[in-house]
Structures are given as C-alpha cells and as structure tokens.
C-alpha cells in the first residue's frame, strides 16, 4: 500500500505543475507545490480492507483550482482566453498571459510616444464673392504638407470594462518636411494661373486626443473578438510659418528667377472633434513569446475648423480666415505588446481625414476691406502618421 500511495502522490504531484494542456501554453502556478498536498501517513488498515482507499488519503488531495479550465475551453470557443482564468494573474510569470492581460486593471498608465506624419497636409481654398460677375471657384488654393515628428505624452486609467486616456503632442523639431503651395487663379479656367512655393517651420503647435472607452461584450460565440464603443474629443492646432518664397508661375508665365528671402505667411489651423466610434480587440499569445493585443479602431467625428492667414508680404496687413464645418473619419490598428508585467511597447498606423465647408472673412483695415463670403470655401485636411510607444503601468 506504501508503494500505491508514493505512486499517487507523484501523480497528482505532476499534474499539478503541468505547462501544457489542451496544446496551449499555461505558465506555472506558484501556489500548487508539494505542501499543497499535505499527504498524511494512512493508518494500518485490516487485511480484509487493503485494496480500499484509505479515508485519510482523499480529503487531503486537494489539487489547486487555479489550474482547471474555465467553461468554454475546451470546445475552444468562447472561453479560449478564459483557459487562463485564474487567481494567479497577480504572480510575477502568470501575469504575462494573454488571459491575464485582457482582465489586467491598469490604474495608472504613463506612455511617452513618437509620432511621424507622411503624406499629411492640410489646405483651404475659396472663390469671389457671390455677388461678383463672373464668378469662379477656386480663386485661391493654399496646402501646408504636415510631414514631421512629434512627441509627447498620454496618461491613463485603466479597469477591466473601462478606460480613459488623454494624449498630448507637440512637434520634436522646428522642420517640416515639403513646401506650401499657393495657387490662384485670374480667370475661371482649369489651369492656375500663378504658383508661388514656400518653405515652411513649426511654430507653437500642439495635438490634444481625449478618448473614453468602454466594453460592450468579451466575446460571442460566432466573433471572438472584444468589442469597446469609444468616445472622444480631439484638438489639433497647426501654427506655421512660411520663409523663402520662389514665385514659379505669375500671370500665366512660368518663370524660375523671382524669388522673396524672408518670413510670408503666418498661418495658424484648429480643428476641434467630437467623435464617437468602436474598438475590435483580441489579445493573442504563441508559445513563450509575450502577450500582444491588437485593436482595430474607426470613428466618425463632427468638426469645427478655423484657420487665421497673415499674409505678411501683402498691402496693408491682410488677413483672411475661414470658419468651416464638417465631418472627421478616423482609422487606427494598434499592437501593445507586454515585455514586462508593467511595461508594454506598442506600435500604431492611423488615417485620419476631415472635410468642412464654411464661410471666408477677408479682413485689410488700412485699406478699409472687410468682407464675408460662401462661394466655393473648403478646409480639408488628410493624416497619415505611425506611432511608436513606450507604456509603463503604475
């Protein structure tokens, strides 16, 4: 009987730290060691009653909860990530499965992230005044490229069902990478008649993302993915200065020789964002790599725009501003992957796209001009940026 029960113990002994069930990966639970078996001698039992367990034996083996399934996981289907549901999610090695990540109440997050802008711009244009005969659209174009490097901060709150970031950014350097295009035209004609290009630098700018979220469902049977409505407000301002004017086409005539040194233009461009949306979410882990969660997101947003343009180079001191409205489309994939119990990196893509329509205000006091016109007044912006991140959890 000795022998019966040192075999038993070994047994359940093994079972008990096993790292591998149903072909997925289950990190060690601390708590099952031998001392949770607490196996007492048995009593010398009677010859009549050898084969029977002994009585002392079966209350006492007790194997930890923490490393049974949950419901579902064995089908593989609605409790695939809940195969990890387990109190050991605050242990140091447990805490990095995927399971544990998805149900990980996070506090306080502080992130420090990079952001590069390609193929970003943003423009306005108008035509003459309606009461004006003739009249065309466009009769001035304007496009800033937005091609840069920006860098802030993002702090957060976490739980399991509900989160609250807010982002701030601001531009690492005065540089910007393309030049302003100035177009306009003199007669209602498919062509511009005059181009003028233009360097261009950073001046006080600043981006602001507000963003709640909340989990609608963890997953359903048919889609097994996270679903979280999301919610937000962003402001971006966009302050900057032309320098170095090169006038490549006037009256029709291209030419290469006429040419300003010197600040030109001081253009300043806000848009205010009120979105509302939803995030997919799926929290994968393969082997002993590190958890990662990707999150698909879109949301739609209704915008207000506003845009001051000093034209230092002009007669007088020209102002003209545009007070517009419209609509936001934004597209994200983030990844987060978690290196560390409390620290993650995270990459992200991001398209963002704004239309608005408005009202033109044209404004020269020392030549006693001030004017207000709709004809042909449209702000528009298109953003692609990729994000590099840095999270650590308080």
């Given at each position: 009987m000795n022998k019966t029960l040192l075999t038993t113990v070994i047994i359940l002994a093994v079972a008990g730290t096993a790292t591998a069930q149903n072909g997925m990966y289950v990190p060690f639970n601390p708590g099952v060691t031998q001392a949770s078996f607490d196996v007492q001698a048995a009593p010398t039992a009677a010859p009549e009653t050898a084969l029977a367990p002994s009585p002392a034996?079966?209350?006492?083996?007790?194997?930890?909860?923490?490393?049974?399934?949950?419901p579902g996981a064995e089908s593989g289907g609605v409790g695939f990530l809940n195969y990890?549901?387990?109190?050991?999610?605050?242990?140091?090695?447990a805490a990095m499965d995927a399971y544990c990540?998805?149900?990980?109440?996070?506090?306080?997050?502080?992130?420090?992230?990079?952001?590069?802008?390609?193929?970003?711009?943003?423009?306005?244009e108008f035509g003459l005044p309606e009461t004006e005969t003739p009249n065309w659209k466009p009769l001035s174009r304007l496009d800033f490229p937005l091609n840069?490097?920006?860098?802030?901060?993002?702090?957060?709150?976490?739980?399991e069902n509900f989160e609250i970031h807010v982002e701030w950014l601001t531009p690492m350097q005065s540089r910007i990478n393309g030049d302003m295009h100035d177009?306009?035209?003199?007669?209602?004609?498919?062509?511009y008649s005059d181009l003028g290009i233009v360097k261009e630098r950073w001046k006080e700018s600043h981006m602001v993302d507000l963003k709640i979220n909340f989990k609608l469902w963890d997953q359903l049977s048919w889609f097994p993915m996270e679903f979280w409505p999301t919610g937000g407000f962003r402001w971006q301002r966009f302050n900057i200065m032309t320098f170095d004017l090169h006038q490549v086409k006037s009256n029709g005539i291209w030419t290469l020789n006429d040419g300003y040194y010197g600040d030109c233009i001081d253009f300043c461009q806000d848009y205010y964002v009120t979105y509302i949306g939803g995030q997919l979410r799926k929290n994968w882990q393969w082997g002993n790599l590190p958890p990662v969660r990707f999150t698909l997101q879109a949301d739609w947003g209704y915008t207000d725009s506003f845009n001051v343009d000093h034209h230092l180079?002009?007669?007088?001191?020209?102002?003209?501003?545009?007070?517009?409205?419209?609509?936001?489309?934004?597209?994200?994939?983030?990844?987060?992957?978690?290196?560390?119990?409390?620290?993650?990196?995270?990459?992200?893509?991001?398209?963002?796209?704004?239309?608005?329509?408005g009202k033109h205000h044209f404004i020269n006091e020392p030549l006693g001009v001030d004017e207000e016109w709709k004809n042909g007044v449209r702000v528009w912006s298109d953003q692609a940026s990729l994000t590099m991140f840095f999270r650590l959890d308080i």
């Open positions: 034996i079966s209350p006492s083996i007790s194997p930890s909860p923490s490393i049974a399934p949950s990890f549901n387990s109190p050991s999610c605050d242990d140091g090695q990540m998805s149900k990980k109440s996070r506090p306080l997050t502080f992130d420090y992230r990079i952001r590069s802008f390609f193929n970003a711009h943003t423009g306005y840069s490097f920006w860098h802030g901060l993002e702090m957060g709150s976490e739980w177009y306009d035209w003199q007669e209602p004609v498919a062509d180079l002009r007669e007088g001191d020209r102002y003209t501003k545009e007070s517009t409205w419209g609509d936001t489309f934004h597209y994200g994939i983030t990844s987060e992957f978690m290196l560390r119990r409390n620290f993650s990196f995270g990459i992200s893509a991001d398209y963002q796209q704004t239309s608005t329509v």
